[in-house]
């Protein structure tokens, strides 16, 4: 089994592996999005492939919405019943949620469904996450305290 580790709090020296005008993120393609710059977003693919978009992380999430019939309004609804103030994209089981608020410059989506295991790092209070990919490559990355990231969901 393949094990690479990518850690988020240093996106700008990981490296790339391509950057494209346009990728549509989808429920089976993706592994987390964030936002690299003000108008490029960071993906990194169930391939474990990192490539950059030329388009706004707003802009993307939009599309991905509209292209998996994901309705804000109904977010809404459906995020309040259970108590949540940052919302996600919900549809049946599968889910891509944010790390925190969606205002917060250093949030970060991912596909909880693709998500194996997450536990606090003793070390420095980070999360390290453990993502299934494609063909048994499991991606770590570490994000910010756990408390942080389960405390809406």
């Not at 690479?4 to 393609?29: A, C, F, P, R, T």
């Not at 608020?101 to 989506?109: D, L, R």
């Amino acid at each position: 089994m393949v094990r690479k580790i990518i850690d988020m709090s240093m996106l700008d020296k990981l490296k790339i592996d391509g950057e494209v005008g346009n990728y549509l993120v989808q429920w089976d393609n993706t592994l987390l999005l964030t936002a690299y710059d003000q108008n490029r977003t960071f993906v990194l693919t169930i391939d474990g492939e990192q490539l950059l978009i030329r388009e706004r992380l707003k802009d993307v999430l939009s599309r991905f919405a509209q292209a998996n019939l994901i309705y804000e309004y109904e977010m809404e609804v459906h995020f309040a019943k259970v108590g949540c103030q940052t919302r996600g994209y919900v549809a049946g089981h599968h889910r891509l949620v944010p790390t925190c608020g969606s205002s917060n410059e250093q949030v970060i989506y991912y596909m909880v469904h693709l998500m194996e295991d997450a536990s606090e790092l003793e070390s420095d209070k980070r999360v390290e996450m453990i993502m299934n990919g494609r063909e048994e490559i499991n991606i770590i990355f570490k994000l910010l305290p756990l408390s942080v990231l389960f405390a809406e969901l």
